[in-house]
């Protein structure tokens, strides 16, 4: 999560267009970015009982908000918990485990405590790299009470958005049509047409589908970085440097919460690729991958959960004048090189 004072835009650019209803907008600035609710028009009275929860998750896991208390914690080193940070808690380990160690809350002493991201950003040095403490086991908690080691900082943001997207979801239970987005969380209600932002053009499409009843999450380096994306906020906690195998990596189930592919997006995104590949295919997810090199991926699960899927080749930076793609649409095959 980042500070209102700093706001993103969309990590990544979700464009989105609705059908089968028609859909009102409502949009505020909460954990950090641009929070979107679209409902039809007899149902927008639940749209601020979302964005009431919302605050709540906010005032619960946010890193940057004094009265929060993640902030609490690593300011405190100690803290008294609500529900939902026990939850995120909770579910922070259990994505730990199920990573390898690439999903690790503790990386907080290199995003907050050296890059600051979000706040004054800088570059830190490789002596303090080397000896920021990342441990996951300096975190320490029960239903009600959280505490950490001397030299721990805590950063929820591998999974924060994806976790508020599954609460908002929550109040909107029995509405038949509707959209949450939170940055490059969302959850479509019903059916919904998306489109994805081609990391390698500002305003370039990288692919459109239409998809229904499930969660997408995308996980990005070019948005958020200090200097230039080689310093990106994607950290490998193993090797305590931004990652640099993929421009963008997009996750959708109609199985997994937001907060799932939240953080499997996040422990994905740094992961060198096989082992990437490995435990996406593990997680049972549907994905669709962007490397450095231009290549793009996808599988059969992602063919599977959407419908009419196209792909769009970029432009090319000397034909930015030019208002044009090419349509590439995917159906066997596996890769495309951009």
Known sequence: MISKSAVFGLLLLFS??????????????????????????????????????????????????ANAQVYKLNYNKEVMLSLDTYEALVLSQKYYKQSDGYFDITIGSITKGLFHFGEQEQLPNAYDLE??????????????????????????????????????????AGVSQAVVALSGDIYCIGHCKME????????????????????????????????????????????????KNFASITLISNRHSSSDLDAYATAASVMPYAKAIRFLKQRKVGYLLVRESKV??????????????????????????????????????KKLSL
């Open 16 to 65: 989105l267009s609705l059908y089968a209803q028609e859909l009102v907008k409502r949009t505020q600035v909460l954990m950090g970015t641009y929070v979107s609710v679209s409902l039809p028009k007899d149902e927008m009275s639940r749209a601020e009982s979302v964005f009431q929860r919302l605050r709540a998750v906010e005032m619960a896991l946010s890193s940057y908000d």
């Open 196 to 243: 994805i932002q081609n990391p390698f053009e500002e305003e370039g499409i990288l692919a459109s589908f239409s998809m229904k009843d499930m969660a997408i999450s995308t996980s990005g380096n070019y948005r958020r970085f200090v200097k230039s994306s080689e310093f990106n906020h994607l950290i490998n906690p193993k090797k305590r440097a931004s990652q």
């Open 296 to 333: 793009v991926e996808l599988n059969e699960r992602f063919n599977a959960l959407t419908s009419e899927l196209t792909l769009f080749a970029p432009l090319k930076k000397r034909e930015r004048g030019y208002i044009r793609a090419v349509p590439l649409t995917f159906q066997n095959s």
């Open 131 to 172: 000896h920021a403490k990342i441990d996951v086991k300096g975190l320490h908690f029960r239903q009600d009470k959280a505490w950490i080691d001397e030299g721990i900082v805590i950063d929820l943001g591998g999974m924060g958005k994806g976790f508020g997207v599954d609460k908002a979801v929550e109040v909107l």
